[in-house]
Nanobody, 126 residues
Framework: QVQLVESGGGLVQAGGSLRLSCAATGRTFSFYAMAWFRQAPGKEREFVAAISRSTGASRYYTDSVKGRFIISRDNAKNTSYLQMYSLVPEDTAVYYC??????????????????WGQGTQVTVSS
């Protein structure tokens, strides 16, 4: 059974940084892409970043976080990370990590993901 557990959220001032972690269990971590989504109050869930399986050579970022967020993975630790810099109040949301059901899933396709963590709150104060 695939389980994803996020951690690292919190309250930070605008301009600050946070690193989110997503620990995965239940299958061979390196075989699958990983992604981060977020959902702000009253808004739809947004696809934030994704990283391809294995070495993670390919990465996707939504335009609003390009140059500020970095997605990475450590296959030895079965963990994906989202390093967030230069945070702004608009980044406030619950952040979810996700993984697809298939090794052949397109990592950059938000519809590919069907395993989800419970979410971690990120709040950026102005």
């Amino acid at each position: 059974q695939v389980q994803l557990v996020e951690s690292g959220g919190g309250l930070v001032q605008a301009g600050g940084s946070l690193r989110l972690s997503c620990a995965a269990t239940g299958r061979t971590f390196s075989f699958y892409a990983m992604a981060w989504f977020r959902q702000a109050p009253g808004k739809e869930r947004e696809f934030v970043a994704a990283i391809s399986r294995s070495t993670g050579a390919s990465r996707y970022y939504t335009d609003s976080v390009k140059g500020r967020f970095i997605i990475s993975r450590d296959n030895a630790k079965n963990t994906s990370y989202l390093q967030m810099y230069s945070l702004v109040p608009e980044d406030t949301a619950v952040y979810y990590c996700a993984s697809p059901p298939s090794r052949e899933s397109n990592y950059a396709d938000s519809a590919s993901y069907n395993y989800w963590g419970q979410g971690t709150q990120v709040t950026v104060s102005s």
